[in-house]
C-alpha cells in the first residue's frame, strides 16, 4: 500500500510558526499536484494549498500572505510552511498527492493553536 510520510504537526501559540513536509514514495510517478488539506472537528475537508508540476499554485483565501506551499522535485517532498498561525488554523492536515489518474492521501497530521 502505498503511503505518503507526513511530519511536521503539534502545538503552538497563536502567532506562531509550523512548517508540515509531506514525502511522497518513489513508487508514485508522474505527480501532477502536492496539495495540504485540513479538517476541523465538525466541518468538511478543505484545501489549504496546491503546488503543481505546470507552476499553477493555489491557497485557500483564509491562508493567503500567511501559509506558503514548495516542493522539492528531486525529494517528491512537499513543504507547508505555516507562519502567523490563528486558533481557527487548528486542525488535522492532510497530504495529498494526484498522479496522472491516481490519488493519494496521507494519514493526516494534527496542528494545535492554542494560548
Known amino acids: 500500500q502505498v503511503q505518503l510520510v507526513e511530519s511536521g504537526g503539534g502545538s503552538v501559540q497563536p502567532g506562531g510558526s509550523l512548517r508540515l513536509s509531506c514525502a511522497a514514495p518513489s513508487s508514485i510517478r508522474d505527480i501532477d499536484c502536492m496539495a495540504w488539506y485540513r479538517q476541523a472537528p465538525g466541518s468538511r475537508r478543505e484545501l489549504v494549498a496546491e503546488?503543481?508540476?505546470?507552476?499553477?499554485?493555489s491557497y485557500a483565501d483564509s491562508v493567503k500572505g500567511r501559509f506558503r506551499i514548495s516542493k522539492d522535485n528531486s525529494k517528491a517532498t512537499a513543504y507547508l510552511q505555516m507562519n502567523d498561525l490563528k486558533p481557527e488554523d487548528t486542525a488535522v492536515y492532510y497530504c495529498h498527492v494526484q498522479a496522472y489518474l491516481d490519488a493519494y492521501w496521507g494519514q493526516g497530521t494534527q496542528v494545535t493553536v492554542s494560548s
Open positions: 503546488i503543481c508540476a505546470a507552476g499553477g499554485l
